[in-house]
């Protein structure tokens, strides 16, 4: 089993920064690429961008490009995400046991979720 606990969530300005952090635990969590989905009100969820087990970046949506990066230490995985826009404003989740398909569906560990809010 793994658990997935996303923190970093907050009302921010666009134009600025947040880093958002997914902190695992179970010895399984390390085996695992993690990704970083997202949910606006009224949407579906979507991608946003993952790391493989050993840190290096997989994949990341058109729309983060050059604005998020991704990150991991230890049991925790990082999104940096930078010059935000209100478009950006949705819950962020962080899954694991994705098994390659980065998908809503796919993922078979979810964190509960936090919001990040940007302002224009």
């Known amino acids: 089993q793994v658990q997935l606990v996303e923190s970093g969530g907050r009302l921010v300005q666009a134009g600025g920064s947040l880093r958002l952090s997914c902190t695992g635990s179970?010895?399984?969590?390390?085996?695992?690429?993690v990704g970083w989905f997202r949910q606006a009100p009224g949407k579906e969820r979507e991608f946003v961008a993952a790391?493989?087990?050993?840190?290096?970046g997989l994949a990341d949506a058109d729309s983060v490009k050059g604005r998020f990066t991704m990150s991991r230490d230890k049991n925790t995985v990082y999104l940096e995400m930078n010059n935000l826009t209100p478009e950006d404003t949705a819950v962020y989740y962080c899954?694991?046991?994705?098994?390659?398909?980065?998908?809503?569906?796919?993922?078979?560990?979810w964190g509960q979720g936090t919001q990040v809010t940007v302002s224009s």
């Open positions: 790391i493989s087990r050993s840190g290096d």
């Open positions: 179970g010895r399984m969590f390390n085996l695992y690429a």
């Open positions: 899954a694991a046991a994705c098994g390659g398909e980065w998908t809503a569906s796919s993922c078979g560990y």
